[in-house]
């Protein structure tokens, strides 16, 4: 998808769809949640140098911090994380440095994770790029066991810059 595509679908009007601030979306049906399951509870969220009500202002270069608290109701084998930048109804994947948070060490998680009402903290540190600036998008992290089902889900509205 041309940056020229997305930009034409943006002034068709998608960016009403644009949310503020942070939404969970663990429990959003969507086309990769149909059936709007999930296998965690998402306690809390942050990204570093962002305000959670407001659009959060990443700079080109930049290394963003993001963390995540959730319990669990199922056994997990493996974690795998999936980064969405949605401008309405197209999404975008986009790559980040640590795909499979239980190979990063630093990222709190240890596989396989077992079913817990006390909170697991994931944490991940990367230089998240997008080439589209200036422009309000949805960022939507989920992280997803084995089977690519739902553990949990988090929403932020992004402005790179
Ligand atoms: C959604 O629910 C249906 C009916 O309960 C089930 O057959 C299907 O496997 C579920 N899909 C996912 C992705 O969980
Ligand atoms: C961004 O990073 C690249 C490589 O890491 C560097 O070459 C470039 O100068 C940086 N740009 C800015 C604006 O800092
Ligand atoms: C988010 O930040 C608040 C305030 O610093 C902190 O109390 C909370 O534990 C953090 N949550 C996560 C998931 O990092
Ligand atoms: C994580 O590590 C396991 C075992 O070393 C490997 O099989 C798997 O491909 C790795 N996953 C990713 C996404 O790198």
Redesign the pocket.
Known sequence: MTSAKIFILWVLGVWVMIINGYEDCTNLKDISNPNGTSLGTLQGFNVSDCDVNKVCIIDHNSTTTLSMDFTLNERVE?V?TKVEASLGFISLELKIGH??P??DTNSGLECPLEPSDTAYHYTVTDQIKFRIRNQKINVKWSLLNEDAKTIVCAQVAVMFR
């Open positions: 493996v795998n795909p499979a239980c190979n």
